[in-house]
């Protein structure tokens, strides 16, 4: 179960709203990280049962600085400088 009560559906209803908006030429993402958090448990499941880029296409937003930075950042002793 994902966090807040969401099921099954609502989590697949919340990696549809990403992609969707990831799909746009201008992605509005600021509503990005909460969708990241309501999914993790199923993203974490689909990334060790998937590929790479079958991942990637699953949850495009993990291409975006803003959230993989602070992800790597917080695992990590090593400073990224990802400018």
Known sequence: MEPDGEDDASTAQHIAAMKREMARTAPDVTF??????????????????????????????????????????SNSTVKL???
């Open 32 to 73: 990005i990280p909460d969708r990241m958090i309501r999914t993790f448990s199923a993203r974490r499941k689909f990334i060790q049962d998937s590929s790479l880029v079958g991942a990637l296409e699953e949850y495009p937003a993990m291409t975006l600085d803003s959230i993989v930075s602070p992800k790597i950042a």
């Open 81 to 83: 400088d990802m400018h």
